[in-house]
């Protein structure tokens, strides 16, 4: 992972690779709108020498190292079959930024490998594009959040995440109370304790909705760039297939992470609420992974059917010239005439192959995996209960 700067400066992964030297005559990009705090949180990471991944490992063995402290200083902590819910409960939060932080990379990524097809000038009367008019524009808003919005945004996921406990209050219990929802999952009844670890999970909830609102920003962004950027060639699909990717990492992302709840705590697999969120994570992957790119599939179908349709002009033209010739008993030169039209009849076969979805077979399986990974881990479950009763 290469280096990030501050948005006064543009990031240099946010640059083309083989841009060369800005000529001084040309004017810096100005940021169109103040990078959120979570950008500036990955600029930091990309700062640090080593591994872009290592800050979140130590930030996971934190946040689960805090989690159990807390729930260990509060005493009699006996977190029994929740003990890999707890620490997930406490490292998640690595997991969502370090998520962040490669779709980012991702994205820019994939915009240095659409180069080949990229238009940066829009036809005339159409107006300057949501997804920038430069290429620097462009990747900054691929990979920047604008800060105001983001911070909407955790506050969204951190009022949901606090109503989260609250789904799991049953009728049925003695007491019907946060204290005894988180109970439920052996949280400590000790109200600094349970305080403490309640903040914790707001503030990662926090940051889930920071992810939802990146996820939409960056895949409307994509979507843009289909549609007002893009140059369309048949014979030159590998470009357009670039922004699959950070699609296919988006959703991926998000059915691991409703798939680690059922590893962490299979107990949720009893739970009428989680099984719904895990249902509602497998349709959200897979709008995910096709909305940006409806787009230029929709554009690919037009090209190819324009193709064909001159095809069929010129192998229609062909056939009426045999004909002619046919009935006139001019039957001179009839081999040119022949290798014409199998010539049209390969281009016509080649042209129906082309595929009209910008992705590889290989990242379309990747996703399918991710989509049926969730039902695996059910079935895997179901029958272990059955089996060991």
Do not use: C
């Amino acid at each position: 992972m290469t280096s990030r700067r501050s948005a006064r400066q543009p990031p240099a992964r946010k640059l083309a690779p083989d841009a060369g030297p800005r000529n001084p005559s040309e004017p810096a990009l100005v940021p169109p709108y103040r990078p959120s705090w979570v950008d500036r949180f990955t600029d930091w990471v990309d700062r640090l020498p080593g591994p872009a991944w290592l800050p979140y490992v130590v930030l996971a063995l934190a946040g689960a190292g805090f989690f159990v402290g807390v729930e260990t200083i509060a005493g009699s902590y006996r977190p029994g079959d929740y003990l890999t819910l707890h620490l997930w409960l406490g490292a998640h939060a690595a997991y969502l930024l370090g998520m962040l932080h490669l779709l980012d990379h991702a994205a820019a990524d994939a915009l240095d490998a659409f180069r080949p097809v990229l238009i940066l000038n829009r036809p005339p009367g159409h107006g300057a594009s949501p997804a920038g008019s430069t290429i620097e524009e462009i990747r900054y808003r691929l990979t920047t959040l604008p800060a105001g919005l983001a911070w909407v945004a955790a506050l969204l996921g951190a009022v949901l995440g606090l109503g989260f406990p609250l789904a799991f209050i049953h009728p049925g219990a003695p007491a019907l109370s946060l204290a005894a929802s988180l109970a439920t999952f052996a949280v400590s009844p000790v109200p600094a304790a349970s305080a403490a670890i309640l903040a914790q999970f707001v503030a990662t909830q926090a940051i889930a909705g920071i992810l939802v609102y990146h996820s939409i920003h960056q895949l409307r962004t994509i979507h843009l760039i289909y549609r007002d950027h893009s140059g369309v060639n048949l014979y030159r699909l590998q470009p357009l297939y670039a922004f699959s990717v950070p699609s296919a990492l988006t959703a991926g992302g998000w059915v691991l992470y409703s798939s680690l709840w059922f590893i962490a705590a299979p107990g949720l697999l009893r739970e009428a609420g989680s099984l719904a969120m895990a249902a509602f994570f497998v349709l959200v992957a897979a709008v995910t992974f096709t909305w940006p790119l409806l787009g230029i599939h929709r554009r690919l179908q037009m090209e190819k059917g324009v193709q064909l349709a001159e095809s069929n002009q010129r192998f229609e033209a062909a056939v009426i010239e045999l004909r002619h010739r046919f009935d006139r008993q001019r039957l001179t030169r009839m081999d040119d005439l022949h290798k014409a039209m199998a010539s049209l009849d390969l281009e016509q076969a080649a042209l129906r192959r082309i595929p009209t979805w910008p992705w590889e077979p290989g990242t379309l399986r990747g996703v399918i995996a991710a989509l049926v990974l969730p039902i695996v881990i059910w079935l895997l479950q179901f029958g272990l209960q059955r089996l060991l009763g």
